[in-house]
């Protein structure tokens, strides 16, 4: 089993940052891709961005048309999600996800290619 904590959400304004962390434990050393993924209040849960275990390897959703950057820490077993200029429609919960399959340079943007969820962070972003 594996488990991820997400933090660093909270309350900001349209223009402001906000880092999102996501830690993996139990046996974090079996998984490979890791991802960010986000639901607003009445959509369905949407890919954000992916990094594969070597972490050389990234993907993004077009809507964050730069202004998100994931990355992932040496020891792998945390990610990052760097979020800039920050605006109303990004206000969503925002869940970490770790998968097991593929190679060390595997990266997934479907939900269902992913194992293990954390339980969200909640960003709500004022105009």
């Known amino acids: 089993q594996v488990q991820l904590v997400e933090s660093g959400g909270g309350l900001v304004q349209a223009g402001d940052s906000l880092r999102l962390s996501c830690v993996a434990s139990?046996?974090?050393?079996?998984?490979?891709?890791m991802g960010w993924f986000r639901q607003a209040p009445g959509k369905e849960r949407e890919f954000v961005a992916t990094?594969?275990?070597?972490?050389?390897?990234?993907g993004y959703a077009e809507f964050t048309k730069g202004r998100f950057t994931i990355s992932r820490t040496n020891t792998k077993n945390t990610i990052y999600l760097q979020m800039n200029n920050l605006k109303p429609d990004d206000t969503a919960v925002y869940y970490c996800?770790?998968?097991?399959?593929?190679?060390?340079?595997?990266?997934?943007?479907?939900?269902?290619?992913?194992?293990?969820w954390g339980q969200g962070t909640q960003v709500t972003v004022s105009s």
């Open positions: 139990g046996r974090a050393d079996s998984t490979n891709a």
């Open positions: 996800a770790a998968g097991t399959g593929g190679s060390l340079r595997s990266v997934w943007t479907r939900r269902g290619d992913y194992n293990y």
């Open positions: 990094i594969s275990w070597s972490g050389d390897t990234t």
